[in-house]
């Protein structure tokens, strides 16, 4: 998997980043005697048993099973490829690559997808210099002057200006190599209805690059300077590739490390949202660019924050006009309202670690209007009094209940009930159970009735990790395991067991590759054998080995006793392949054959037995026998 870029290169890549730390960044880890744990971040959990290890440079899931190096873990966490991986390791490091790293050798893919970052880069540079720079320009500048943004951000955010010319990007991008059909592949430019040729799809407009995770620019949006009706007032690019919105928070690369230092994150939906609170200096704050918060986001989230709170605008007229005919989760409820996808992806936080709160600003004001006007403290004031969503629940839905009447009691009880029972804590499911009934006035009993109706119909919950592969115990898994772990051993047991005698297709492998690494004495590096692993699911199994307690002693014995097992299953196996030629040649009269296979069936009896002493006598045995233990 590493052909196009040089060994040592990814070996100093990898000695340069410390998992610990890299891992750190994304996953708050509580650490113990060198390992590390965190709640997984690849399945949902509610104890931690995704682990890290600072010694072997690995890490492993206990309740998923994943597992690998820090290449591995970027890859997964992040949806990268392997060389897209290296690269930003390499970076991390301080590690320069070589020049051809995404020359014709890399993948089809890879080349692909680098080819799409490079036209979305070049054009958030050609947009960021006609906003710095054209006399066109200063109709964007003075617009953002008036937004109360300022250089900096500016910068910072790499905000930009399309002209409102029909082939300024078209011909910038084709002076440097990027073909007019190509750019239509990322939405840049787009095909005349007529046929003949293409032009700008982004016009006059400020441009905000839209970065993933690592900062590399994955798509554009669009915001309209001109409030012309036939024209949408926020354009983005298109799905690509490389650009997935129910996957992306806008504004997250910039904000991971000040989320994970704060252990919560603001939800807010614009970019001029998010751009003016990072003004103020609250930079723990991600944007969700109008979808609706998806499963994807939540995920994402709960790896850097315990706490999400959903920043609402108090001006809710405008916003019901623009949601009309949605599909609301608060019904006929103006005042209070979110799109049921919401409230989806928030039940499923809820049902995890992340901890989602609802903080409605005041009447008239969006988080940016109110940053400007009541400042930075003020605001993280009223995030300080933010209302957990289950409670917010409760209030707005109180509203759109008649709660004097048994049939408005009844309707709010079935409707809150399904959302409390998932609650993954203890203390909030009890606590508000009976707040539930408090406000209701319905008596436990019948709410209890109520809950158990609501079971019995409930489909058989899902395991929360998928079933992983794992090798059942016996000699070869316990045979690995221990050269995993006491490499020193590994060439005692190459002269007796060729890998080829292990019949579990995994562990073989792993044995392989242990033995084409085959040190005298020394380390393996665990993380560097991974490497050689292509398989996920080996290397899955390999994490798990090296992590799995194992006690330190008769390390020899006990591989000894391996062996023996793997070779007595072996010989064993021959013998019987032999007694059924035997009782073949013996129908066939063919006495020559079948006297030549009882001598070799008599001989493999006396390898049989011999196996079964002590290892000590055992040795003495074969020296004296003058044969090779190896079968
Ligand atoms: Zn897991």
Same mark, same amino acid.
Request: hydrophobic share 35%; aromatic share 8%.
């Given at each position: 998997m590493a052909d196009h870029i040089p060994q040592d290169i990814i070996e100093e890549i990898r000695r340069r980043n410390d998992i610990v730390e890299v891992i750190a960044e994304y996953l708050p880890l509580k650490g113990s005697g060198g390992n590390y744990k965190?709640?997984?971040?690849?399945?949902? +959990?509610?104890?931690?048993?995704?682990?890290?290890?600072?010694?072997?440079?690995?890490?492993?899931?206990?309740?998923?099973? #994943?597992?690998?190096?820090?290449?591995?873990?970027?890859?997964?966490?992040?949806?990268?490829?392997?060389?897209?991986?290296?690269?930003?390791?390499?970076? &991390?490091?301080?590690?320069?690559l070589p020049k051809s790293r995404f020359s014709a050798?890399?993948?089809?893919?890879?080349?692909?997808?680098?080819?799409?970052?490079?036209?979305?880069? $070049?054009?958030?540079k050609y947009f960021h210099e006609r906003? /710095?720079?054209?006399?066109?320009?200063?109709?964007?500048?003075?617009?953002?002057?008036?937004?109360?943004?300022?250089?900096?951000?500016?910068?910072?955010?790499?905000?930009?200006?399309?002209?409102?010319?029909?082939?300024? $990007?078209?011909r910038y991008g084709a002076e440097r190599g990027f073909q007019p059909p190509t750019l239509a592949e990322v939405g840049l430019v787009k095909a005349r209805d007529d046929g003949r040729g293409f032009y700008d799809r982004f016009r006059d407009r400020v441009m905000f690059p839209i970065?993933?995770?690592?900062?590399?620019?994955?798509?554009?949006?669009? &915001?309209?300077?001109?409030?012309?009706?036939?024209?949408?007032?926020?354009?983005?690019?298109?799905?690509?590739?490389?650009?997935?919105?129910?996957?992306? /928070?806008?504004?997250?690369? $910039?904000?991971?490390?000040?989320?994970?230092?704060?252990g919560r994150v603001l939800i807010v939906e614009g970019y001029l949202d998010l751009i003016s609170l990072f003004q103020s200096g609250i930079e723990h704050v991600v944007a969700t660019l109008g979808t609706a918060l998806t499963r994807n986001h939540v995920q994402l989230l709960n790896a850097y924050a315990k706490e999400a709170v959903l920043v609402f605008d108090g001006d809710t007229a405008g916003r019901s006009a623009a949601l009309?005919? @949605?599909?609301?989760?608060?019904?006929?409820?103006?005042?209070?309202?979110?799109?049921?996808?919401? #409230?989806?992806?928030?039940?499923?936080?809820?049902?995890?670690?992340?901890?989602?709160?609802?903080?409605?600003?005041?009447?008239?004001?969006?988080?940016?209007?109110?940053?400007?006007? +009541?400042?930075?403290?003020?605001?993280?004031?009223k995030v300080r009094e933010a209302q957990p969503f289950i409670e917010f629940l409760l209030d707005a839905e109180a509203d759109g209940h008649d709660l004097a009447s048994v049939q408005g009691k009844l309707a709010y009880v079935r409707k809150l009930l399904p959302l409390i029972v998932n609650l993954g804590n203890q203390v909030e499911r009890t606590e508000y159970l009976s707040e539930l009934v408090k406000r209701t006035g319905v008596a436990p009993?019948?709410?209890?009735?109520?809950?158990? @109706?609501?079971?019995?119909?409930?489909?058989?919950?899902?395991?929360?990790?998928?079933?992983?592969?794992?090798?059942?115990?016996?000699?070869?898994?316990l045979l690995v395991q221990l050269l995993l772990l006491h490499h020193g051993w590994i060439s005692h047991a190459q002269a007796q067991l060729p890998s080829d005698r292990v019949q579990e297709p995994n562990l073989r492998a792993i044995l392989q590759a242990l033995y084409s690494l085959a040190p005298d004495t020394g380390e393996i590096d665990v993380a560097a054998l991974l490497e050689r692993l292509p398989d996920e699911q080996q290397r899955d199994l390999v994490a798990r080995l090296? $992590?799995?307690?194992?006690?330190?002693?008769?390390?020899?014995?006990?591989?000894?006793?391996?062996?023996?097992?793997?070779?007595? &299953?072996?010989?064993?196996?021959?013998?019987?392949g032999l007694k059924e030629e035997m009782h073949a040649a013996e129908r066939q009269g063919d006495m020559v054959r079948l006297a030549h296979l009882q001598r070799r069936f008599a001989e493999l009896?006396?390898?049989?037995?011999?196996?079964?002493?002590?290892?000590?006598?055992?040795?003495?045995?074969? #020296?004296?026998?003058?044969r090779a233990p190896q079968i």
């Open positions: 965190a709640l997984c971040p690849f399945h949902s +959990e509610k104890t931690p048993s995704f682990t890290v290890t600072r010694q072997k440079q690995i890490f492993h899931c206990f309740g998923c099973g #994943v597992g690998g190096n820090l290449f591995h873990f970027i890859m997964k966490y992040e949806h990268m490829s392997f060389p897209e991986t290296v690269a930003y390791l390499a970076k &991390r490091a301080g590690v320069t050798t890399s993948s089809p893919l890879e080349a692909h997808k680098e080819q799409l970052y490079g036209m979305n880069e $070049l054009a958030a906003l /710095l720079n054209s006399p066109q320009g200063e109709k964007a500048r003075s617009y953002l002057q008036t937004r109360g943004i300022d250089q900096h951000s500016i910068e910072r955010f790499h905000l930009g200006y399309a002209p409102a010319s029909w082939d300024g $990007l078209l970065c993933n995770v690592t900062g590399r620019v994955v798509a554009l949006g669009g &915001r309209l300077l001109d409030n012309l009706p036939e024209a949408p007032k926020y354009l983005n690019s298109p799905e690509t590739t490389i650009y997935k919105k129910g996957t992306l /928070l806008y504004g997250l690369h $910039l904000a991971k490390q000040a989320i994970r230092a704060e009309r005919g @949605k599909d609301y989760f608060l019904q006929g409820h103006v005042r209070y309202f979110l799109p049921s996808a919401h #409230v989806s992806s928030l039940m499923e936080a809820l049902e995890g670690d992340l901890h989602v709160k609802v903080m409605l600003l005041p009447q008239g004001h969006d988080p940016d209007t109110f940053v400007q006007a +009541e400042g930075r403290d003020a605001l993280l004031a009993a019948a709410l209890a009735a109520e809950l158990h @109706k609501l079971k019995s119909r409930a489909p058989a919950s899902a395991p929360t990790a998928e079933s992983h592969y794992f090798p059942p115990l016996g000699p070869e898994r090296v $992590l799995e307690p194992l006690g330190d002693e008769g390390v020899q014995q006990q591989i000894d006793d391996c062996l023996t097992a793997i070779q007595r &299953r072996d010989i064993e196996a021959q013998l019987k009896r006396r390898t049989l037995i011999t196996r079964a002493q002590p290892a000590a006598q055992r040795s003495e045995t074969s #020296v004296a026998s003058g």
